[in-house]
């Protein structure tokens, strides 16, 4: 089945995408993607804060102690001409460019307006096909209201969009009070995609030492509940392409994630566990489940079941709250049927 | 190669690197002061694929020791490879003998050497030429350059000379002087090196290289028929050498236009008085000799260059025969020699002239010799005119010493401090900063700016405290129409940056200015208040010279343009703005520029930041409208407290205030022997924050104790009585112990030692429940809490201390003894001063260090103030640093000499047995232990001994009396770093394993040469990028551990403090308890790991749980059935290596500039950290001794 995809502008061999993740590092891995059937790449995040924090602990912990001693100038070598900050990853996206002939799509995370608009510029020089911006972000100021949060969004979304000629999708997160209209200002701003969603690191308490740990487990298959619900709203009222992103790890997953009106289909976990070598197996199953049940192209199967086609439209609004809630006979699952 | 500029700003060293490395194609190296940086530009060089004259880059070596880079060079010459090598002080002494031989056996070779002070009563890592003196009987060629440019130049003669003459040349500056000074030359471009370096000498050197294609043998062994005669056919070569110099002299005269001679006269040709002198002190000279003239007089300078071949005939060519007095300045000590070396030349060449003719008869000037400039001290004008008014005295003094007051044997000229003849067209500048605050870098930055950008030339030196943490740096720089040639300080600046406003209190940083200077000053202090804020010292000052003052509060505009504590370029900024050195618009764009290229490569966000600097600066800088009178009524506070020791309050107090050079001769010891403690008297307040105690939330582990680098978190258990007149902030709370019931408890900072580092803060168990993020100890400012803790930590000092029979082996119990090394220079966060802390508290009433060269020597034994200090019993640790390369075997004398000691104590209390009772000799000979009860126990007796001894006058008793504390077991512990452990000394220390003597050995291991700035050891990690490993070290560390434990008879243990303090504790008692040679090895974590050292511990930690520093200890005599002679205290790997090496700039170096090779090198490191801990466990399975059979 011809199962090519329009996705950001970009022609894709199919809808199922590599996600961000830190397979992108290794280059080897990166041939076995394109050999496997991956039709298009997705780099893990530039995070400006971490070149930011990287530059000002250097400045603290390397440079404060230059220049202090009789016997020593510095205490580290200075050869190659290498930088700090964005150069390694820019780097990384002209190498992966160089290894496969597959699209390559930059991912952002910036925190400034200059670094946001300079980094993309930069990744966009480097050879990037397409940039995500990557908005990861944590509101703790009470004062700050959510018409704020999202007006510096499609701030954000404005600016890289207006700064590059590729074309740009926002990967944002579930927490927001009125996605729809969300959606619809980052595309009014520029945005031709959209990714659903990222998934916030949710740290985990050490109740003996009193600490927080940082921890990073990988998604799961219920996780793609949120995304099918999401995308099915959003791609009935939304001219964007959507992406989904997060709990997709079978073949099944991915028709499902197309069926509710996902452009693309991306997946990392899965990856991780199973190596790029999973990526055929999937993309396999796809190919064949659209076969076996008589699809005559991918267009039919996207968005079938969203908000304005599929046939019970309630079972994604609030009514099915209600149902499911009824429904409830109170047995533990275990002990039924 | 790419075309250089035709100006160019470097200092001495790169000067002199760029055409060593152009000419060479093997170069061995190993790093001392001040050489390093040369061959640190070889390695980078080489790194980064530069290549040499001939189009091939230079295959780079470091070597083990100088003595090891002599060696390699030796070879690298026989088999035919055009060499050079760089060196200093003792390291050139280590090559001597490989020195001798290539002179003998004609190797063309330069050594180029900068030049240092040899170690005598004291080490010194500043210039003189008490090194290359020590060299001149060798057959070298000397060859001396006294400035920047001429270092390059000579560099370039020496190397053509070698091979033209096949003579090796040594290639030799002033350390520091010229060594350290930037200053802005003609670079040679490499057409000028190819007409120099002619291709067939290179050719006839290549076909002397031993080959098995044409062979010869060289080295052979002579007998007395013919050594002497074969030793003579050399003369023509030596001969040839100032004919050679002097022909390469004129042809780089025609090249360059620079002129050179062997002996080169400056001054008035019919000159009656003349001073010879060699290196950077004959620019002085010079300038003296040149206004002296103007004013009348007949001086001149005679400069040596070519110093060995010394011509006889060039020198008395170059000498105006009407000189009617000579004064020959050595920068050497030559004790009991008729003169020092120059002088006894220069006598001898005169006397030798005359006899041939060279010189007439009636030239027969009065010769005198005098020193000066030891250790870079200053060599100013005004000392040179000092000695040319001796000159013109009817006898002038011989053997005399300039520039400093000799008031013992009366040796010294008097010089008028006050002449300056610098002229006014010279901006003269001079910067008080710390050097964490960046002053240094931004003024090499503004001499390259307008060296390199103005047709101004530029000079800048740099003077740095000796302390790590806190130190102080003082920039001088000139800049002026015409080359600079004053090789001293800025006697009288023009402009002077007080960086630091703490420095008003001080020292007298206005001393320097001249009147109407402009002074610039950092402070908090607005326009309106920074006057009356000023001490009155420094008021009087700026009334009096009529100096104009600007202020600015630096630290403000760097927090606000995100630069935190880096004040650097807005200090530069704001002297562009108010010296007129360059238009101020120009000068911003050219900072502007000059950041972009510093700081490009530390990434954008810096330089946008630095420009955010720059742009507010100019808004926050305000000049001061100065009253007419002094009224502040604040006085500066004395240097030192009033209750300080004589010494400290005479000499100490003086060398802290930066006057040591007003301190005459009587003022030292004769032998270098100084007093302990003196740090104590040093209130340097470094520290922004402190810790502060929460007594109830405190466990009292103590373990903020232990991990302090500098002994400013103490805890002590007292009697609750204690507490009657405590200071009303005084902190105590019950002490939690079984057995001491009833007594108090206290952690007490000492606020004004604390330099801030956090590691009490971060080890610190003890977490409010309710509010985890507050400890037992967290940061508070230190301002505020200043006066009533310092008053706390008075009164803590003075409550009781434990008794020493009580100590445990357990981190707890030996942290309420005091530290007997205490707020030493050392690193804020020190990886290292935790053991030796650790150390005096265990053993200090009865240790011997010895020490080898290195940070432990430094933070250890640098005056002004050193830091081991002696308990309430006026006994401490009795510490030396004899070398770097041979502590061990230094160690290992002083335990012979104490075992000798005891055995003829106990020699004599046999012989006199029953005259002393045989109970008490009995006791005294069978009580010689090393444990604390012992000790103690064995000096009561020695107290009862002495009491019986008392009044006896036979000989015997008279020989006991001396030797009877020997009867008490002295401890020696052998310290030092991996660049003595593992390199250079490890020779000695291998030898020292394998004596079965009663010493300790401590490494501290960095796994650099830290103190040097980071040069490679073979202690230094796999993967890990360092100097002279810049792309990576490809092999693992060596493990000295593993190596010490196959000897099989030592006691070795390897502990991390920061990942298992009790391992430390137990093993340092289990060293210190075995009766043989024990060596522990010790992490140590180190700035020059490239994080912060707040995260030491963590570090340490990591480096345990990944299986790359596995603990262990390992007791030989742990032979009981079922024993295990090697104990594992840390297990196979819970993290990946990546987790730890991902934290250290050191690895990340390599992640940045070539990730496919640092992948690949810690791919293999952490397949080598598996392996070898696995290796670890098999050992001591096999080592295993089996449990008895069962009996039944």
Not at chain 2, 478 to 498: D, E, K, M, W
Not at chain 2, 655 to 683: C, H, I, N, R
Not at chain 2, 966 to 986: E, H, N, P, Q, R
């Amino acid at each position: 089945m011809d199962l090519t995809t329009d996705y950001l502008g970009l022609r894709l061999k199919n809808p199922l995408l590599p996600g961000a993740s830190p397979l992108v590092d290794d280059l080897d891995a990166v041939r076995r993607l394109e050999d496997a059937g991956a039709p298009a790449l997705v780099m893990h995040s530039l995070f400006e804060e971490q070149i930011t924090l990287e530059e000002a602990a250097e400045m603290a912990d390397v440079d404060a102690h230059e220049y202090s001693f009789a016997e020593a100038a510095t205490y580290l070598p200075t050869a190659g001409d290498f930088t700090l900050g964005p150069d390694r990853y820019l780097d990384q996206i002209g190498r992966i460019k160089r290894a496969v002939d597959i699209p390559v799509i930059a991912s952002l995370n910036g925190t400034t307006p200059g670094g946001w608009t300079g980094y993309a510029q930069l990744m966009e020089e480097a050879g990037a096909d397409a940039l995500e911006i990557n908005v990861y972000f944590l509101p703790t100021d009470p004062a700050e209201t959510s018409a704020d949060v999202e007006a510096r969004l499609v701030d954000v979304v404005r600016r890289v969009s207006g700064a590059v000629s590729i074309p740009v999708a926002a990967k944002l997160s579930p927490f927001f009070s009125a996605l729809p209209n969300l959606a619809r200002q980052l595309h009014d701003a520029g945005a031709r995609g959209l990714v659903l969603f990222n998934r916030f690191y949710q740290p985990d308490l050490d109740p003996e030492e009193l600490q927080v740990k940082p921890t990073l487990e990988l998604s799961d298959a219920y996780e793609l509940r949120l995304r099918l619900r999401w995308l099915a709203i959003l791609s009935a009222c939304n001219p964007a392409d959507l992406s989904a992103s997060g709990g997709v790890h079978t073949g099944l997953d991915a028709v499902k994630a197309v069926m509710a009106g996902a452009t693309t289909v991306q997946m990392v976990s899965a990856l991780l566990r199973q190596g790029p070598g999973h990526f055929a197996e999937v993309l396999g199953f796809f190919n064949r489940w659209l076969e076996e049940h008589e699809y005559e192209s991918l267009a039919q199967l996207r968005g079938s079941l969203n908000l304005s086609t599929c046939p019970d439209p309630a079972a994604f609004e609030r009514a099915n709250y209600l149902k499911v809630l009824q429904s409830w006979d109170g047995r533990p699952t275990s002990a039924k049927g | 190669m790419i075309p250089r500029p035709r100006r160019v700003t470097v200092d001495g060293n790169e000067a002199t690197a760029a055409v060593a490395y152009a000419l060479a194609e093997t170069i061995a190296i190993y790093p001392i002061t001040p050489s390093s940086p040369m061959a640190e530009s070889c390695d980078e060089w080489s790194a980064k694929g530069r290549k040499n004259l001939w189009g091939t880059v230079p295959r780079i070596m470091e070597m083990q020791s100088e003595a090891g880079a002599a060696g390699a060079v030796h070879g690298m010459l026989q088999a035919g490879s055009l060499s050079t090598t760089f060196t200093a002080s003792q390291g050139l002494l280590l090559m001597i003998p490989n020195l001798y031989k290539i002179a003998g056996e004609l190797h063309p070779f330069v050594i180029h050497v900068a030049a240092r002070t040899l170690a005598t009563h004291a080490l010194s890592i500043f210039g003189d030429h008490s090194d290359v003196m020590a060299c001149r009987q060798i057959g070298l060629a000397m060859l001396c350059s006294a400035t920047v440019q001429e270092a390059q130049d000579m560099a370039a003669i020496a190397h053509a000379a070698t091979l033209r003459s096949r003579i090796p040349f040594m290639h030799f500056f002033d350390g520091f002087r010229t060594s350290h000074e930037v200053g802005k030359i003609g670079p040679l471009g490499d057409d000028v090196l190819r007409a120099l370096v002619r291709e067939e000498d290179v050719a006839a050197f290549r076909s002397r290289a031993l080959t098995p294609d044409a062979p010869v043998i060289r080295g052979t062994a002579q007998n007395p028929d013919t050594f002497f005669q074969a030793r003579e056919a050399c003369n023509p070569f030596y001969a040839a050498v100032p004919g050679v110099v002097d022909d390469l002299f004129a042809e780089f005269a025609a090249l360059t236009g620079r002129v050179y001679r062997p002996f080169e006269y400056e001054g008035d040709p019919a000159a009656e008085q003349v001073i010879v002198i060699m290196g950077s002190g004959a620019e002085a000279v010079a300038e003296c000799s040149a206004r002296l003239n103007n004013e009348g007089a007949k001086t001149g300078v005679l400069k040596v260059r070519l110093f060995r071949p010394w011509s006889v005939a060039a020198f008395a060519g170059a000498l105006p025969d009407t000189v009617r007095s000579i004064a020959v300045l050595d920068r050497t000590k030559e004790p009991g020699a008729v003169g020092e070396p120059l002088y006894q030349d220069v006598v001898t060449a005169l006397a030798e002239a005359r006899c041939c003719g060279l010189l007439p008869r009636s030239c027969d000037p009065v010769v005198v010799g005098g020193r000066y400039g030891l250790s870079s001290k200053e060599f100013t004008p005004a000392m040179a005119r000092g000695v040319f008014e001796e000159l013109r005295s009817e006898v002038p003094r011989n053997h005399f010493t300039v520039g400093i007051v000799d008031d013992v044997s009366g040796a010294s000229l008097p010089w008028d401090r006050s002449w300056d003849i610098e002229p006014d067209d010279v901006t003269r500048a001079v910067f008080f900063g710390l050097g964490s605050d960046g002053t240094v870098g931004a003024n090499k930055n503004t001499i390259k700016i307008i060296g390199e950008e103005t047709d101004n030339f530029a000079q800048g030196y740099f003077v740095y405290d000796s302390k790590k943490a806190g130190a102080v740096t003082i920039s001088h720089l000139r800049f002026g129409p015409r080359p600079i040639r004053s090789t001293y300080l800025v006697g009288r600046a023009n402009f002077v940056g007080v960086h630091q406003w703490e420095f008003f209190d001080r020292m007298d940083v206005l001393d320097v200015a001249a009147p109407g200077a402009v002074v610039l000053v950092n402070s908090v202090h607005g326009p309106e208040t920074v006057w009356a804020a000023l001490p009155r010292e420094a008021q009087e000052m700026i009334v009096a010279r009529k100096l104009k003052l600007f202020t600015i509060d630096a630290y403000r505009v760097a927090r606000e343009s995100g630069m935190g504590g880096r004040i650097n370029t807005i200090m530069q900024t704001c002297f562009f703005a108010i010296s007129g050195v360059l238009p101020r618009e120009e000068a911003i764009a050219q900072i502007k520029k000059a950041i972009e290229k510093t700081y490009a490569r530390k990434g954008s966000g810096v330089v946008q930041k630095n420009f955010a600097a720059v742009d507010a600066t100019l808004a926050a800088l305000h000049e001061v409208v100065v009253p007419e009178v002094a009224d502040s009524p604040r006085r500066r506070p004395p240097v030192v407290p009033g209750e300080a020791p004589d010494l400290v309050r005479r000499v100490t107090a003086l060398m802290l205030a930066g006057q040591g050079d007003m301190l005459p001769v009587s003022a030292f010891p004769v032998d270098g022997s100084w007093p302990l403690g003196t740090t104590k008297w040093e209130k340097r307040n470094l520290a922004q924050e402190i810790p502060v105690w929460d007594a109830g939330l405190c466990i009292q582990c103590n373990k903020c104790v232990l991990v302090c680098p500098h002994a400013a978190v103490r805890a002590k258990f007292y009697d609750k009585s204690g507490l009657s007149a405590a200071p009303e902030t005084f902190k105590a709370v019950d002490f939690r112990s079984a057995t001491a019931k009833g007594m108090s408890y206290t952690i007490q900072i000492a606020p004004e030692d604390c330099t801030g580092c956090t590691l009490c803060v971060q080890v610190c168990p003890a977490k409010d429940k309710a509010n985890p993020r507050h400890k037992a100890l967290d940061m508070a400012p230190q301002l505020p809490l200043r006066d009533a803790e310092r008053a706390n930590y008075e009164f803590f000092l003075g409550l009781p201390e434990p008794d020493r029979q009580t100590m445990k082996a357990e981190v707890k119990a030996t942290q309420f003894f005091r530290p007997l090394i205490e707020y030493s220079g050392a690193c804020a966060g020190c990886g290292e001063t935790p053991y030796l802390k650790l150390l005096t508290q265990m053993f200090g009433d009865r240790l011997l260090i010895a020490n080898a060269t290195g940070c432990s020597s430094i933070y250890g034994g640098n005056l002004p103030t050193t830091p081991y200090t002696t308990g309430g019993d006026g006994r401490g640790p009795a510490w030396s640093n004899s070398l770097f390369e041979d502590n061990a075997e230094y160690g290992l004398g002083m335990r012979i000499a104490l075992d000798k000691h005891h055995e003829q104590a106990c020699e004599l209390l046999r012989g006199m047995g029953a005259d002393l009772g045989d109970d008490l000799v009995t006791a005294l000979i069978g009580g010689y232990a090393g444990d604390g009860a012992s000790i103690v126990a064995q000096r009561e007796r020695v107290i009862a001994l002495r009491e019986k001894l008392q009044g006896r006058t036979d000989e015997a008793a008279r020989r006991l009396a001396l030797l009877a504390d020997y009867l008490v077991k002295k401890s020696v512990w052998i310290v030092g770093g991996d660049g003595w452990a593992y390199d250079i000394g490890f020779g000695g220390l291998d030898h020292v394993l394998w004596s079965g003597c009663d010493v300790n050995i401590l490494v501290m291991d960095t796994e650099v040469y830290s103190n040097t700035g980071g040069q490679s050891s073979k202690a230094t990690p796999l993967g890990a990028s360092a100097k002279f490993a810049v792309s990576g070290k490809e092999l693992p560390k060596k493990d000295l551990a593993l190596y010490a434990m196959m000897n099989g008879t030592a006691y070795v243990a390897r502990v991390a403090f920061g990942a298992k303090d009790s391992q430390t504790v137990q093993a340092f008692a289990e060293a210190e308890d075995f009766p043989g040679v024990s060596l522990v090895v010790a992490y140590s974590h180190c700035i020059a790991h490239g994080y912060g050292m707040h995260h030491g511990l963590e570090q340490q930690k990591l480096a345990v749980e990944s299986a790359y520093w596995p603990l262990f200890r390992f007791n030989p005599r742990r032979t009981a059935p079922g024993d295990e002679p090697l104990k594992l205290d840390s297990g196979a790997a819970k993290v990946p290596l990546s987790k730890y090496l991902a934290n250290e700039m050191r690895y990340r170096i390599l992640e940045r500039s070539d990730p496919d090779h640092a992948k690949m090198l810690q791919e293999a490191a952490q397949r080598h950290v598996t392996g070898h801990f696995a290796e670890y466990e098999r050992l001591r399975d096999a080592m295993r001794v089996p449990p008895e059979p069962s009996t039944n």
